[in-house]
């Protein structure tokens, strides 16, 4: 069956490090690839979409990469900050008849001061 | 804001009732889409709609049931309801239909307490 992995629950790391997350999927062929931000008891936010055939992704603070063959997605965040700290889910969007963007269950991120 | 607006914000019920959750998209997105979360579980795709028509359907139950008027505005009907189905219900939309690279907004939420 199809499945969309986030590496642990959780995920504690030190303020100006990089964190790093990961999103691993198996029995899709995902056209695009999305990464939202979810803070407690609110809708997720978009924060990068990256194609099929981009390897990578930045946006200020954010890089995405992804790897089709490896079936893989890793999210880092560098020099990062308390603010950043939320869950993160990575999102799937399927191609042809079965269109629909299907979502991880997230990576809970703290940064600690 | 991401534009989205969904009603209510909170809803508590009883067991066996019916309720209806609204969403009205951001100006210009004609795909509309419903997720549930539960406390021990991610986003869970229920149903989109694009332009008034069913578009995909994900692990919606058969009391659940939604649609999308001309004005795009849509709607959610949960019916016989069971403590189980007390959870966070989202709506988000989005320019085009999902497979063709569109992020989606989401709304703020409906938390249905179901007592």
């Known amino acids: 069956s199809q499945k969309i992995e986030q590496n642990s629950e959780a995920l504690n790391i030190q303020e100006g490090k990089t964190a790093t997350l990961t999103c691993n999927y198996t029995n899709y062929s995902p056209a695009y690839l999305q990464w939202y931000r979810q803070d407690p008891g609110r809708g997720p936010v978009f924060l990068l979409l990256i194609r099929e055939n981009e390897k990578e992704k930045r946006k200020e603070r954010l890089k995405v990469t992804f790897d089709t063959t490896l079936k893989q997605s890793l999210f880092h965040i560098t020099a990062s900050q308390p603010a950043d700290s939320a869950t993160y889910l990575c999102a799937l969007e399927k191609t042809g008849s079965a269109r629909q963007l299907t979502f991880g269950s997230g990576t809970q991120l703290t940064v600690l001061p | 804001d991401s534009g989205v607006t969904q009603t209510p914000k909170h809803l508590i019920t009883a067991t066996g009732q019916r309720v209806t959750l609204r969403c009205s998209p951001r100006?210009?997105?004609?795909?509309v889409y419903w997720y549930q979360q539960s406390l021990d579980q991610g986003l869970q795709f229920l149903i989109q709609y694009y332009n008034g028509e069913e578009r995909a359907k994900g692990n919606i139950l058969e009391r659940f049931s939604a649609q999308q008027f001309p004005d795009l505005h849509s709607e959610l009907n949960l019916s016989s309801l069971e403590l189980g189905d007390s959870a966070l219900y989202f709506c988000a939309s989005s320019v085009a239909s999902a497979g063709v690279g569109t992020e989606a907004f989401f709304g703020q939420g409906t938390r249905l307490t179901v007592v």
């Open positions: 100006s210009g997105d004609l795909s």
